[in-house]
């Protein structure tokens, strides 16, 4: 079956920092990818996806690359903010079928002034 | 142009008793996915439903839970006789079509006493 496997946190970094929150994922064919970022009280929100192979993902200064061959899809930052501590989720879709997401369990992200 | 609205926020209820959570989704959208989220792990899927039909409930507890979404008004996740393993917080997402792209609500927490 699909699967989803982040690093465990929670990561703590001081503001400015670069940040990389690995991500592999296990799937048949080529599944979609997308990152989600929860903030403390609220529902998860959509931070950037990847369709193919080789695509890369960017919004917020946030960038993920979609790499089949080493079945990952790791999110980093240049320079995180205070602003960015947040829970963030990997998950995929399968290429076919229906859209239901499988989720990583989430990596917690603190930064500190 | 509301968002995914889910009510109640949170919900207490004793051991035996029932559960209803409701979740409207957004306006145009009809799908509707259920998840749950258990501390310390990720969102697990639950159900996939479109209006009037449920497509995937492969997530979902085969006895007390069950889950609707009627032609008109919210979907509903049922709980019947609550246990204190069910205590979680409960995700309502919708989507336009088939794209993984989910927004998400702020979320149903069910504490069981």
């Known amino acids: 079956g699909n699967s989803v496997t982040q690093m465990e946190g929670p990561v703590t970094l001081s503001e400015e920092a670069f940040l990389t929150i690995n991500c592999t994922y296990t799937?048949?064919?080529?599944?979609?990818l997308f990152w989600y970022v929860q903030y403390p009280g609220e529902g998860l929100q959509l931070l950037l996806k990847a369709t193919k192979a080789d695509d890369k993902g960017s919004n917020k200064g946030f960038e993920a690359t979609y790499r089949k061959e080493t079945t990952s899809f790791h999110l980093e930052k240049g320079s995180v903010q205070v602003s960015d501590s947040a829970v963030y989720f990997c998950?995929?879709?399968?290429?076919?079928?229906?859209?239901?997401?499988?989720f990583g369990k989430g990596t917690m992200l603190l930064v500190s002034p | 142009n509301a968002g995914v609205m889910q009510n109640p926020r949170h919900l207490v209820r004793r051991r035996g008793q029932e559960a209803r959570l409701r979740c409207s989704p957004m306006k145009g959208h009809s799908h509707v996915y259920w998840y749950r989220q258990l501390p310390e792990e990720g969102l697990k899927f639950m159900v996939y439903?479109?209006?009037?039909?449920?497509?995937?409930e492969s997530g979902m507890p085969k006895e007390r839970f069950s889950a609707e979404f009627p032609k008109e008004g919210p979907s509903i996740l049922r709980i019947q006789q609550v246990v204190r393993g069910d205590s979680a917080a409960y995700f309502c997402?919708?989507?336009?079509?088939?794209?993984?792209?989910?927004?998400f609500g702020e979320g149903s927490r069910l504490t069981v006493l």
């Open positions: 997402a919708s989507s336009f079509g088939n794209t993984g792209e989910l927004f």
């Open positions: 439903l479109q209006k009037e039909n449920i497509i995937d």
């Open positions: 998950a995929l879709t399968p290429p076919s079928g229906y859209s239901t997401l499988t």
């Open positions: 799937a048949t064919g080529y599944p979609s």
